[in-house]
């Protein structure tokens, strides 16, 4: 804390300070942190002007953060949801008896819990084949060479989509996509699937959307399919 500058200052650096300050009256205005360090008494005059200020300004640190406690709070809440949601598609994940049934289930889950408008799950494989026909499969060159981010995508991506890539990842039902968000699935660090997730909002699925618990749905459907596929 600043002490009173009669304390350890000369009358004449006193006298000195005070003819600056007078002399530059914005002093402070560009060095507001100063006011919460400086000690001012009662008084009138000038230092009751400074001491109003002070109080202003801790008061507006206050409202900043409350503020910020607040959007806090709307997170965790927000967080708290989109926790029980992920909880409920994984359980409905973890029994399924075969490889259409987790995808069906895929879909009834995440429709229920995220109220997706367009989703589709696709196996990719070397050939582009499967033995489990209910269920999408394309070679994965193709899907690569359509979809270009496929070949190094390592996490969620979102954005807007060309058309034929909307074509490749939706099967062909993807009139009225305006925005997508892709879902890679790994097992032993291969690209073995893809869900895709499509909204009519062109600004609904973007660079910024969080994706940590579809990423976790992700990792969850990599430990799974091992055991249909």
């Known amino acids: 804390m600043v002490q009173d500058a009669t304390a350890t200052e000369s009358p004449l650096e006193a006298a000195q300070i005070e003819e600056y300050l007078r002399n530059n009256p914005t002093f402070f205005l560009e060095r507001e942190h100063l006011l919460t360090e400086l000690y001012l008494p009662h008084a009138s005059g000038e230092a009751v002007s400074l001491l109003e200020r002070q109080v202003s300004l801790l008061r507006e640190r ?23 949601n992920t909880r409920r ?6 029994e399924a008896r075969n490889l259409t049934d987790l995808v069906e289930r895929l879909y009834a889950s995440c429709q229920n819990e995220f109220g997706v408008e367009f989703q589709k799950f696709t196996l990719l494989s070397r050939d582009g084949h499967h033995r489990q026909t209910q269920v999408r499969c394309v070679n994965l060159s193709e899907a690569e060479t359509a979809v270009p981010v ?13 058309e034929d890539e909307l074509k490749l990842l939706f099967a062909g039902d993807h009139n009225g996509v305006g925005s997508a968000l892709l879902l890679p699935v790994f097992v032993s ?11 009519s909002d062109v600004k609904y699925f973007n660079n910024e959307s969080d ?6 749905i992700g990792d969850v459907l ?3 399919l091992p055991r249909f596929v």
Request: charged share 25%; hydrophobic share 50%; aromatic share 10%.
């Open 189 to 199: 660090g291969e690209l073995v699937a893809v869900m895709a997730f499509g909204s």
């Open 211 to 216: 994706t940590l618990f579809l990423d976790f």
């Open 89 to 94: 598609v994984v359980t409905a994940l973890l």
């Open 222 to 224: 990599g430990r799974l």
């Open 150 to 162: 496929l070949s190094r995508i390592q996490q969620c991506v979102a954005g807007i989509f060309r």
């Open 62 to 84: 206050n409202i900043d953060a409350r503020k910020r406690l607040k959007e806090f709070l709307e997170q965790g809440e927000r967080n708290d949801e989109l926790f029980g």
